[in-house]
C-alpha cells in the first residue's frame, strides 16, 4: 500500500482518455453484467410464481432500509479527499467493518419483527440468511473508492461481470430444482461474495483497519452527510414497497414489485455506474478550479438522450414488451410498466444532479433534495395506495416532477448553470422524444395482429428510426459530441 495516492490534474491532456476509459470500462462492463442479469431473470421469472416475487419484495424493504448504514458513504469521502494516507484507509475500513458487523446482527434481530409485520414467516429465516451480505460489503465499499479515486474501472468492470454470471448460474440452478423463492435469496449473496473476492484483490487492499478515529472529523462529516442522504433516497425509493405489503395480496405486490424492476432497469442499473465515474471527474475538475457547469450540461443532455425515447418507448409499447420478456402470466403488469415508465425520464435527470454538488464539497443540496423526496413519496404513497398498484403509479406521476424541480432549483445555482441554458441543451431530444410519440401512436393502428414479440419489433424499429432522424435535423452538435467521445477525440463539453 503506498503512503499517499496524490490527486490528478483534470488539465492534463490525459484527463480526457481517462475518463473515457472509465466511462467505458464502468458503463459497458455494467451493460454486459446486466445482459448476464436479465437473462438470468427472464428464465427464472417463468420457473418462478408473482408471489415468490412479492416475498422478496419483503425481504429487500428491511435489507435496503439498513443498507443506508453499511458504510459507502465513508468510502466514499475518500475519492473527494485532496490526500489520501495509509491511517486513513485503515480508519474507513473500521468503520466499515463495525457498522456492517452492527448491521447484520441488527437483521438478525429483526427478521422475526419483519415477519409479523407483513404476517409471512418465510420472511424471517429468508432475512436472517439474507444477513450475509452485510459482511461482504466491506471488501466491496473500501476497494471501489481506491480504484475509483484513481478513475480505475477495468477491475471493477471485470468483478462486476463476474459477480453478474455467478449469481445467474446461482438463480438458475436453484430455481431449475425448484428451490422457488430461496434461488432469489442465495443468488445475490454468492454475488456479491464473488466480487468483493475480486475487488479486494484488484485494489491490492492490503492494510489493517485503524480504530483509533483520531484526525477522521472530515471523512466522517462529509460521509455522514452523504450517509442521512442515503437515508432519505432509502425512505423515497422503498416507501411504496413498505406500505403496499400491508395493503396489497403477494399476486399484486409481485406484479407491482417487478414493474418496477423492469422500469429502473435505466435508472437503476444504468445511471449509478455514470455517477460513479462523474464524481471522480467533476472532483478533479472542481479542485484543479475549472467550472464543472459545461460537463455538467453535457451529462444531463447525453442522459435524456438515452433515457427520454427508451421509457417513452417502453410505455407505448408496454404490452408488447410485457409478452415478450415476460410471458402471458405477467400480462396484467403492462399498465403499470407503462404508466411508471412515464415517470423514469424525471427520474433519470434529478438522479445525476447530485455528483456535481458532492464533487464539490457541497452536499447540502444532495441532503435537502433527498429530504423532500422522502416526505414527499410516502406522503403520496399512502394517499394513494388503495387504489392498488395503479394508484401507486399515479404517485410517481406527481412526485418525480416534484422532485426533479426541486433538485434543480437547488443544484444549477450551485454548478452555475441558468434554466435557459439547461431548457436549450435538452430541448432537441424532447421535441425528438415526441416526433417518436406521435409517430408510434399513428402508425399503430394501421399494423396488421401480429404476434407480440413482431410487434414490439417493427414499432421500436419504427420509432428508433423516427428519433434518430430528428435528431440528425436539429441535433447535429450534440451528436458529434458524442461521436468524438467514442471515436477519441478531444472531449469540448456544451
Wanted: proline share 6%.
Amino acid at each position: 500500500m503506498t503512503a499517499a495516492l496524490p490527486p490528478t490534474d483534470s488539465s492534463n491532456p490525459g484527463f480526457t482518455t481517462r475518463v473515457r476509459s472509465a466511462v467505458a470500462w464502468r458503463w459497458g462492463s455494467q451493460l454486459l453484467a446486466q445482459i448476464i442479469t436479465w437473462t438470468s431473470t427472464l428464465m427464472v421469472v417463468r420457473l418462478l410464481e408473482p408471489g415468490d416475487y412479492g416475498l422478496f419484495a419483503m425481504t429487500q424493504v428491511v435489507i435496503v432500509a439498513l443498507n443506508f448504514l453499511n458504510g459507502h458513504s465513508f468510502a466514499t469521502s475518500l475519492i473527494q479527499a485532496d490526500t489520501v494516507d495509509e491511517r486513513r484507509i485503515g480508519q474507513v475500513f473500521a468503520m466499515l467493518l463495525m457498522l456492517n458487523g452492527a448491521l447484520a446482527t441488527g437483521q438478525l434481530l429483526m427478521a422475526p419483527i419483519a415477519a409479523d409485520y407483513y404476517n409471512q414467516p418465510e420472511v424471517a429465516s429468508m432475512l436472517r440468511v439474507q444477513a450475509l451480505i452485510f459482511l461482504t460489503t466491506p471488501f466491496i465499499a473500501m476497494p471501489t473508492a481506491l480504484l475509483s479515486r484513481r478513475l480505475e474501472f477495468r477491475s471493477q468492470g471485470l468483478a462486476n461481470m463476474v459477480g453478474a454470471i455467478t449469481a445467474a448460474l446461482t438463480a438458475l440452478g436453484l430455481a431449475w430444482f425448484d428451490y422457488g423463492v430461496w434461488a432469489l435469496v442465495y443468488a445475490p449473496i454468492v454475488g456479491f461474495a464473488s466480487r468483493a473476492m475480486m475487488l479486494t484483490y484488484a485494489a491490492r487492499l492490503l492494510v489493517w483497519p485503524v480504530f483509533d478515529m483520531r484526525g477522521a472529523g472530515d471523512l466522517i462529516g462529509f460521509g455522514g452527510a452523504l450517509t442521512i442522504c442515503q437515508l432519505f433516497w432509502i425512505i423515497q425509493s422503498q416507501s411504496d414497497i413498505f406500505i403496499a405489503g400491508r395493503h396489497f395480496d403477494l399476486h399484486d405486490l409481485g406484479l407491482y414489485s417487478e414493474a418496477l424492476f423492469l422500469t429502473l432497469i435505466v435508472t437503476g442499473r444504468f445511471l449509478p455506474p455514470i455517477n460513479e465515474v462523474a464524481y471522480p471527474a467533476y472532483a478533479e475538475v472542481h479542485k484543479a478550479g475549472r467550472s464543472i457547469a459545461p460537463y455538467f450540461v453535457t451529462t444531463l443532455r447525453t442522459v435524456l438522450l438515452v433515457t427520454a425515447p427508451v421509457y417513452i418507448g417502453l410505455a407505448l409499447t408496454a404490452d408488447e414488451a410485457v409478452y415478450t420478456l415476460f410471458g402471458p402470466k405477467w400480462t396484467e403488469m403492462a399498465p403499470i410498466v407503462a404508466g411508471l415508465s412515464l415517470a423514469m425520464p424525471l427520474m433519470a435527470l434529478q438522479i445525476v444532479c447530485s455528483p456535481a454538488t458532492n464533487a464539490m464539497g457541497r452536499p447540502s443540496a444532495y441532503l435537502t433534495t433527498n429530504g423532500f423526496g422522502a416526505v414527499v413519496f410516502p406522503v403520496l404513497f399512502l394517499i394513494a395506495v388503495n387504489a392498488g398498484p395503479m394508484g401507486l403509479v399515479h404517485a410517481w406521476w406527481v412526485g418525480a416532477p416534484a422532485l426533479l424541480l426541486v433538485t434543480l432549483a437547488m443544484t444549477l445555482p450551485k454548478v452555475g448553470v441558468r434554466w435557459s441554458q439547461l431548457l436549450v441543451a435538452l430541448g432537441p431530444c424532447l421535441l425528438a422524444t415526441l416526433a417518436m410519440a406521435l409517430m408510434v401512436l399513428w402508425i399503430r393502428p394501421a399494423l396488421p395482429d401480429w404476434p407480440p414479440p413482431v410487434t414490439l419489433i417493427v414499432i421500436g424499429a419504427l420509432g428508433a428510426a423516427t428519433y434518430a432522424g430528428v435528431l440528425l435535423i436539429i441535433a447535429r452538435p450534440a451528436l458529434r459530441e458524442i461521436r468524438a467521445f467514442i471515436l477519441h477525440r478531444d472531449l469540448e463539453p456544451a
